[in-house]
């Protein structure tokens, strides 16, 4: 099973929501990422966490707050969001972050701005 | 110049064609490589991983690294409608994923 789950597929906030992304993975995974996809570019990395840990933080604007619950929940805390922030958000884990590790991504929340 | 670069396309065979899609790299130091197909607004679904220079073959899908000319291709046999997806190639560098643009390929039946 190589199954990362993200919820909600679907968001549509307006500039002054709270909202929060969730992930999910069984796979004993102890690394996980959350990557931001805007239309037709490749995946850019936000965040990294080994061992529940941040262990990177891509200069990402403070109105993104990562949370890593435990090994296997990974949230992502959103407030005073922008138009321009519109895009895939993708969670993904691998057993650990060790360079030779495969990434496995969710399907990802397609997030609307307003 | 970009890590790693890969022609956006879109890329349009018919049903049944041998299907080529590359990428090129900057830095020799790159080990890992790593193939995934995208379809709208889902998340990348790995297809293929490979190390060594040399081929790699799942299924209808071949992966080939050339260290040398720091080139590496993946190739679709017999492809079919449901093939058509973005198709991207990526080399993890200091825990993350370095990926090309992403080649958009359509197979029309």
């Known amino acids: 099973d190589t199954e990362v789950t993200q919820t909600p597929k679907h968001l549509v906030m307006g500039m002054t929501n709270k909202k929060s992304l969730k992930c999910e993975q069984h796979?004993?995974?102890?690394?996980m990422y959350w990557y931001k996809q805007k239309a037709k570019k490749p995946p850019e990395l936000m965040f990294v966490y080994s061992y529940e840990k941040l262990s990177i933080n891509e200069s990402v604007p403070s109105r993104f707050s990562p949370e890593c619950p435990n090994s296997s929940l990974l949230n992502l805390h959103l407030h005073a969001l922008q138009p321009e922030d519109s895009a895939l958000y993708l969670c993904?884990?691998?057993?650990?972050?060790?360079?030779?590790?495969?990434?496995?991504f969710g399907s990802g929340t397609q997030l609307s701005v307003l | 110049q970009k890590e790693v670069e890969q022609d956006p396309g879109p890329l349009s065979v018919p049903e049944g064609a041998i299907v080529s899609l590359n990428c090129t790299y900057s830095n020799s130091a790159f080990q890992y490589f790593m193939w995934y197909r995208q379809y709208s607004r889902k998340g990348p679904e790995l297809l293929m991983y490979t190390y060594s220079s040399g081929n790699k073959e799942d299924g209808r899908f071949t992966a080939q690294v050339d260290k040398s000319s720091k080139y590496i291709s993946l190739f679709i046999r017999d492809s079919q409608p449901s093939d058509s997806a973005t198709y991207l190639c990526a080399t993890p560098q200091f825990q993350k994923l370095v990926f090309g643009t992403g080649t958009r390929l359509l197979v029309s039946p």
């Open positions: 993904a884990s691998s057993q650990n972050t060790a360079t030779n590790e495969k990434l496995f």
């Open positions: 796979m004993g995974h102890r690394a």
